[in-house]
């Protein structure tokens, strides 16, 4: 057996993807698949685990709630990509802890992709990134997502790494912050071509106390935080 897709209690409330220790990661292509409505402690919609790489194309996470990942959760074997022209929607999730869009352990890209209206109860309403996240291309949205008793609304990096091309980048109520790094090893956030939508992106570095407030400007280039 190379995969394991089912539905899941713990993991991936409409759908757990787990894969046996291979030396190479096993590939699954999940093509124009709604998961919505669902629920599991980790991964409320889909659960990407124990060494898989995940294919999403044309396909929504939607109204799903987890402790962590209310949209999405990816451990820290596996890997999950919407590839360029995929249009991934990550929307109306909601995460009890953190991660209300998706949670990121592993490695996660999401070209094309929009992530909104998702909601956490402490930290990373959108974005919630302990391994590597890579974001970008023309339609590109992570907006209107809500950290509520924690941090960044859109972005949380907890020593990981986030890097965002040519995205459209807002909180959900324009109070710090919309994106927050912390951490005791390299976290780092990598910003260009940011466009606001609706609020300016106040950044905080909590790993070196450095604060960026861009309310005075439209959009953030080459910032690198870490």
Excluded: H, W
Aim: glycine content about 14%; aromatic content about 6%; hydrophobic content about 40%.
């Amino acid at each position: 057996m190379v995969a394991r897709i089912a539905q899941g209690d713990i993991y991936g409330g409409a759908l757990d993807v787990q894969g046996p220790a291979l030396a190479t990661n096993p590939l699954v292509q999940l093509l124009a698949v709604s998961l919505k409505n669902s629920a599991a402690p980790r991964g409320g919609g889909l659960a990407v685990r124990s060494g898989m790489d995940v294919e999403f194309l044309d396909g929504d996470a939607a109204f799903n709630r987890a402790s962590i990942g209310g949209g999405v959760y990816v451990d820290l074997t596996s890997t999950f990509t919407v590839p360029a022209l995929g249009n991934g929607l990550f929307e109306a999730n909601l995460a009890t802890a953190s991660g209300g869009g998706l949670y990121v352990e592993g490695a996660a890209t999401l070209n094309d992709s929009s992530v909104t209206n998702n909601d956490a109860t402490t930290s990373g309403g959108g974005l919630y990134v302990e391994g590597t996240l890579v974001a970008g291309g023309p339609s590109c949205v992570i907006t209107a997502n809500k950290a509520v008793n924690g941090n960044g609304d859109s972005v949380f990096v907890d020593d990981g790494s986030a890097t965002l091309t040519d995205c459209g980048v807002s909180g959900s109520t324009g109070l710090p912050f919309t994106m927050y790094v912390t951490g005791t090893g390299t976290p780092s956030l990598a910003l260009t071509s940011i466009q606001n939508l609706d609020y300016a992106p106040n950044i905080q570095c909590a790993s070196t106390g450095n604060m960026y407030n861009s309310n005075s400007v439209t959009s953030c280039n080459a910032l690198t935080c870490n």
